[in-house]
């Protein structure tokens, strides 16, 4: 006999775990109403957050998986509607069949990241928190998961809505002076107006710098090694990994294709390309191998130009740099000193940095690991950095444009107020008090499905 499908309005499911095999699988089911459903796929009717043995059903009965059924009512779930998990075992086969039981049921295949949008929508969550979800599931660093944690938690939040109740009770007194014109001077000076606006101004500055840092450890930087045939390349991208990634020989032209590896410095993560040697081959494979060595050199945010410190700078070596995209920080690098007899040291002149090491001995590497902290701009912030996206970093420095023009108007309050109105949107596209639908379709569809 067959169990009749409950009809459910606008209820969503996904496979909440990743694709491939594993011990468990995990399906998430989010929407209004959904004890009818876990009624029809396993015959019970489960209690709000205790977790219960249960059998899969189809809808003849017969059994599709066992394993854990999980109910979160209406608030007080992830979503803010009534949520179901169901804990199976992890097969791909066995998850699509669950998954398809579920369509059956009423559900509709859930979009990317659409668990979470409900959740903002139904304020579980502000826009940055929910961001921190997808951002949390992608880090490459353990400082990384830990500043996501930290902005999942509010951190971030917390400390936007600081600064946006600092502007707001700015504003009240600002605007209450425009009642009062013949008083303005004066009720300025007492509510000490612009000293206020200075501080906001500050704490503006300390977490924009904090957000660049934490924009850092995000998305951390490309790093591409170039140079001639047999410099040393794989070499160094074997010694920053602390393993042999890449096959090195004496035989010019070994490395064919690029190969990235992803390695942390202070908890960064620098995105190492090694790549074809440059220069001129008749040899098919290896031409594509330089053309693609190209097409890194153009997605580069830093350029390591290396150079056999036996022969030095060569005419080849000139055609190399001359090619080379400029406004990309490039350093030189002098690789092999422990086969020319030269010390580890950096160098800066008018050619720029220039630094002296060893990839296989591991000489100077420590002042590589230096240089490319500076040209990321690193600097240490303790536990407080703020894991921040492209768009954070706009609207703080939109804010903080609108601020630094308040302080310029002092004398013409209706635009000084206008200025920290804009400054108090800027801050509230970071959380989502003001943001476009279309907004927060790209923000989301970028999330995994099932979050």
Known sequence: MERPAPSLPDVIAAVATAPGRGGVGVIRISGPGLLPMAQALTGKN??????????????????IDEGILLFFPAPRSFTGEDVLELQGHGGPVVMQMLLARCVELGARLAEPGEFSRRAFLNGKMDLAQAE???DL?????????????????GAFSDETHRITDALID?????????????EEVEFLQKGRALERLAGIRGRLLDVLDRARQGALLRTGMNVVLVGQPNVGKSSLLNCLAGEERAIVTEIA?????????TIAIE?????????AGLRETADPVEKIGVERTWREIERADVILRLVDARSGLEAEDATIDAALPTGVERITVFNKIDLSG????RRDGGGGIALHLSAKAGQGIDLLRSELLRVAGWHAHGEDVVLARERHL??????????EIAGEQSGALELFAEELRQAQECLGEITGEFSSDDLLGVIFSRFCIGK
């Open 170 to 182: 700015l504003r009240m007194l600002v605007e209450a002076t425009l009642d009062f014109p013949e």
């Open 394 to 403: 706009v609207a703080l420095r939109r804010a903080l444009e609108h601020v």
């Open 253 to 261: 032209g070994t490395t064919r294709d690029a190969l990235r590896e």
């Open 46 to 63: 489960p209690e709000p957050r205790n977790a219960g043995f249960v059998r899969f059903a189809d809808s003849k009965g017969a059994t």
């Open 267 to 275: 908890g960064i993560p620098i995105h190492i390309i090694d790549t």
């Open 132 to 134: 921190a979800v997808a």
């Open 342 to 345: 030269q010390a580890p040291e």
């Open 137 to 153: 599931i992608e880090a490459s660093t353990a400082a990384a998961a830990r500043s996501a944690v930290r902005s999942l938690s």
